[in-house]
């Protein structure tokens, strides 16, 4: 008979599982039944884990199905209206997004004959790529996929590749709207990455590492205390980076419908749609362990690992939030306006932020 402890063991998951005490009681009440055993362990393997549950696909899709409804309703609140409400009006009318997504489903997916029909296709499922693999590299307390010492540069480097699929879709569609869109999109790219990647490359400089685990651990006092103005550059380079207001110009309804993906519907558009709920969580989980210490905070009691966790996505919620709230105080910058900020004020901030990062460290403070 096969012990499913030396299994487990030859597996290499029996020393790097998440600490749970409570689950891990209910582990040894199940000797008898190996192959549950076997497979409890393997999810709670940490790699698998961060991949998976945490904060990977399964959060992941969790924001993506209830955050739309919480925008919406919070800016509803905010603006003295009531948001999503006829459908199953008891509920407040989170039964919406349920609507939307069998609209998604169903409709049909349109390809007009000036399209470039395979990259017209191919893109909208392609944008998810980028989308996710920063998700390997972002821990939740200590859970992380994959731990490397030059995370910090990857995520960088994939979500810099975000905007070049946005292009794809306007090329793809072949399309004279679809193309200003995209001019659009390249203009604000170009804009906002530059002062992003100072503002991560200062929070790099005063912690000494770009090892997001490392970071998170060094933040006695969180980043956002030490460096305000990091924090307030990356925070306006992610909300252009995720066209929220008041930098949804690539997709202004008046004059551009909807940007460079104006010529997609159905489940191709759906996939677009969440596309900025996808980056918006990316970057606020980057902007957790940059600034805000991560899943650091007070153990709770029975939770082990999962402490760090559910503070990691108390800070992502919280970030989230106030990224959102945007669109209810501010009006849309034109693209002059918003370029203007990009390589001005914005571009000035970040630099100024990593000049107070080389003071911090070179006066002894970290």
Same mark, same amino acid.
């Given at each position: 008979?096969i +012990?499913?402890?030396?299994?487990?063991?030859?597996?290499?998951?029996?020393?790097?599982?998440?600490?749970?005490?409570?689950v891990?009681?209910?582990?040894?009440?199940?000797p008898?039944?190996?192959?549950?055993? $076997?497979?409890?362990?393997?999810?709670?393997?940490?790699?698998?884990?961060?991949?998976?549950?945490?904060?990977?696909?399964?959060?992941?899709?969790?924001?993506?199905? %209830?955050?739309?409804?919480?925008e919406?309703?919070?800016c509803?609140?905010?603006?003295?209206?009531v948001?999503?409400?006829?459908i199953?009006?008891?509920?407040?009318?989170i039964?919406?997004?349920?609507? +939307?997504s069998l609209?998604?489903? =169903?409709?049909?997916?349109?390809?007009?004959?000036d399209?470039?029909?395979p990259?017209?296709?191919?893109?909208?499922f392609?944008? =998810?790529?980028?989308?996710?693999?920063p $998700?390997?590299?972002?821990?939740?307390?200590?859970?992380?996929?994959?731990?490397?010492?030059?995370? *910090?540069?990857?995520i960088?480097?994939? *979500?810099?590749? %975000?905007?070049?699929?946005i292009?794809?879709l306007?090329?793809?569609?072949n399309s004279?709207?679809?193309?200003?869109g995209?001019?659009?999109?390249?203009?604000?790219?170009?804009?906002?990455?530059?002062?992003?990647?100072i503002?991560?490359?200062?929070?790099?400089?005063?912690y000494?590492?770009?090892?997001?685990?490392?970071?998170?651990n060094?933040?006695t006092?969180?980043?956002?205390?030490l460096?305000p103005?990091?924090?307030?550059?990356?925070?306006i380079?992610?909300?252009?980076?995720?066209s929220?207001?008041?930098?949804?110009?690539?997709?202004?309804?008046?004059?551009?419908?909807?940007g460079p993906?104006?010529?997609?519907?159905?489940?191709?558009?759906g996939?677009?749609y969440?596309?900025?709920?996808?980056?918006?969580?990316?970057?606020?989980? $980057?902007?957790?362990?940059? %600034?805000?210490?991560?899943?650091? &905070?007070?153990a709770?009691a029975?939770?082990? +690992?999962?402490?760090?966790?559910?503070?990691?996505?108390?800070k992502?919620?919280?970030?989230?939030?106030?990224? %959102?709230?945007?669109?209810?105080?501010?009006?849309?910058?034109?693209? +002059?306006?918003?370029?203007?900020?990009?390589w001005?004020?914005?571009?000035?901030l970040?630099?100024?932020?990593?000049?107070?990062?080389?003071v911090?460290?070179?006066? &002894?403070?970290?």
């Amino acid at each position: 008979m096969i +012990d499913i402890n030396t299994v487990i063991t030859g597996l290499g998951i029996a020393g790097n599982q998440v600490s749970i005490p409570l689950v891990q009681q209910m582990l040894d009440l199940l000797p008898e039944i190996p192959m549950v055993k $076997l497979i409890i362990s393997f999810i709670l393997w940490k790699p698998f884990f961060a991949a998976l549950i945490c904060p990977g696909f399964t959060t992941l899709g969790i924001l993506l199905l %209830f955050f739309p409804w919480i925008e919406r309703k919070l800016c509803g609140r905010i603006q003295w209206r009531v948001g999503p409400h006829e459908i199953v009006w008891w509920l407040g009318g989170i039964i919406q997004l349920l609507a +939307d997504s069998l609209r998604f489903l =169903f409709q049909e997916v349109i390809v007009h004959k000036d399209a470039h029909r395979p990259y017209f296709l191919q893109f909208p499922f392609l944008t =998810f790529i980028p989308a996710l693999l920063p $998700l390997m590299f972002i821990p939740a307390g200590n859970i992380v996929a994959i731990e490397t010492p030059y995370a *910090i540069q990857i995520i960088l480097a994939i *979500i810099c590749l %975000f905007p070049l699929f946005i292009l794809g879709l306007g090329w793809a569609s072949n399309s004279r709207f679809a193309f200003i869109g995209t001019v659009r999109e390249a203009f604000m790219y170009f804009a906002y990455e530059v002062p992003f990647i100072i503002a991560v490359l200062a929070m790099i400089v005063l912690y000494g590492t770009s090892d997001p685990v490392g970071i998170a651990n060094k933040q006695t006092i969180w980043g956002i205390i030490l460096n305000p103005i990091a924090a307030l550059t990356f925070f306006i380079a992610a909300a252009m980076a995720t066209s929220r207001m008041p930098f949804e110009i690539p997709e202004a309804d008046q004059e551009l419908a909807a940007g460079p993906h104006v010529e997609y519907s159905g489940i191709a558009f759906g996939l677009i749609y969440v596309l900025c709920y996808e980056k918006a969580y990316v970057l606020a989980g $980057l902007m957790a362990i940059l %600034f805000l210490g991560g899943g650091s &905070g007070p153990a709770i009691a029975g939770l082990g +690992d999962l402490s760090g966790v559910i503070w990691f996505l108390l800070k992502v919620v919280i970030v989230l939030t106030t990224l %959102f709230a945007l669109r209810t105080i501010y009006p849309r910058y034109r693209l +002059d306006q918003g370029l203007s900020i990009g390589w001005g004020a914005l571009l000035s901030l970040s630099l100024i932020a990593l000049a107070l990062s080389i003071v911090l460290v070179q006066g &002894g403070v970290i």
